[in-house]
């Protein structure tokens, strides 16, 4: 008799075999719609890793300037920016025990050295536009639920191109069984190798009547290989800045200029006195940034200005609430309103100069308070 779960539906108790996966093709299909099977809460329960798909089919190549010669089954990127290259096989593939190791390490050797500065964003690009979706709206919807920096697009695909170049890459193993040979060169390797992390995910497939349940199980984690990757954890932390107004206004100093550090000063000056209650400060490790942000709305900023003196307009980010999406529409129309130079219908992140804003900054911010104001007054009749 074969392996069986079973389900209760109601009064029902509905009886689910183990299966296999028909074909590779639907395996890809599957976990480029639903990444949480990838289990990023196993491979990090203090704080889950989350998936943003990349490319399936990822091209690599094999010298400079060469054709492509391999074809990665899945990548995606998690919220700190690293890459995560996914390999599928069913347990019927005899692959699966020897031959995929190296075909995994021909494409993390491959994809580090001849992937360009903007292969990961433009894959990306490509990808999400053939899903019908904004790439740039994506990633920053990805970015404010998931991260707990404060970055932008520029940052995050910057912080991904460095990671790439050090070996900070996922390698990933994916079968409907693990063979046990797998699992201990996927163990051997992981304990390893640093910074690149090496895993292996067993997903399990059972089905019966109108139920398919998937159950995954993360792979590799020794003690030792854990061990090993905290203490690259704690070293990137540390590197991280926490910036607070002293240190943000030091740094601005550095770049800008006397009366451009001035109009800063101003912005903030008003967020602390009008509408916005709550400051909060960016973790950049090179530009400060601070976040007014009104709590009764939205717990995401309308705004985010840098010690580098741009001024991040967030319009696209304004969507966690029913009272946020007023919100965002109110202040479109008193943008519009206010003949500010701004292309006010954008539902992503409008990233603007400092020699640009200054000159209307106060329209602005009196257009922000005005739709607050309204919001507000709106929610409580």
């Known amino acids: 008799m074969s392996e069986a779960l ?7 108790l509905i009886r689910v075999e183990l ?4 074909c590779e093709n639907d395996f890809q299909i599957l976990l480029a719609s639903h990444p949480d099977l990838l289990a990023g809460d196993q491979i990090d329960p203090f704080n889950p890793r989350q998936w943003l798909l990349v490319a399936r089919e990822a091209a690599i190549l094999s010298e400079e300037g060469g054709n492509d010669r391999w074809s990665l089954d899945l990548l995606f990127i998690d919220q700190e920016a690293i890459p995560t290259l996914v390999e599928v096989k069913r347990k019927s593939d005899t692959r699966l025990r020897r031959e995929v190791v190296g075909q995994m390490m021909d494409y993390a050797a491959n994809s580090v050295t001849y992937w ?17 979706n ?3 709206a994506t990633l920053n919807a990805f970015l404010q639920e998931h991260s707990n920096q404060q970055s932008d697009e520029e940052d995050f695909w910057k912080e991904a191109n460095e990671n790439l170049r050090n070996g900070k890459v996922r390698l990933v193993f994916v079968a409907d069984r693990i063979p046990p040979e797998l699992q201990r060169t996927v163990e051997f390797l992981n304990e390893r190798m640093r910074p690149t992390e090496v895993l292996a995910l067993e997903l399990r497939r059972y089905s019966g009547g109108a139920f398919s349940t998937h159950i995954p199980r993360i792979l590799g984690q020794t003690s030792a290989a854990q061990m090993i990757k905290r203490e690259g954890k704690i070293s990137k932390l540390a590197s991280r800045r926490f910036w607070n107004e002293t240190s943000f206004f030091e740094n601005a100093s550095a770049r800008l200029t006397p009366t451009q550090v001035a109009s800063l000063h101003k912005v903030l000056e008003f967020c602390k006195s009008n509408c916005f209650d709550k400051i909060d400060w960016g973790t950049g490790s090179v530009y400060g940034s601070f976040n007014p942000k009104i709590s009764a709305i939205s717990k995401r900023a309308p705004i985010t200005v840098w010690s580098g003196g741009r001024l991040d307009l967030k319009l696209g980010w304004l969507e966690d609430s029913d009272t ?12 519009k309103n206010a003949s500010l130079p701004l292309q006010y ?3 992503g992140i409008l990233h603007i100069s400092i020699f640009d804003w200054e000159q209307w900054i106060d329209r602005l911010l009196a257009a922000i308070c005005s739709a607050a104001q309204e919001t507000l007054d709106s929610a409580r009749k």
């Open 134 to 136: 904004d790439p740039e």
């Open 324 to 335: 946020a999406c007023t919100f965002r529409d109110l202040l479109r129309n008193h943008i």
């Open 6 to 12: 079973y389900i209760q539906h109601g009064e029902k």
């Open 345 to 347: 219908e954008h539902e």
């Open 116 to 132: 360009a500065d903007q292969t990961l964003k433009d894959q990306f690009y490509q990808t999400a536009e053939e899903y019908g």
């Open 19 to 22: 299966d296999a996966y028909s």
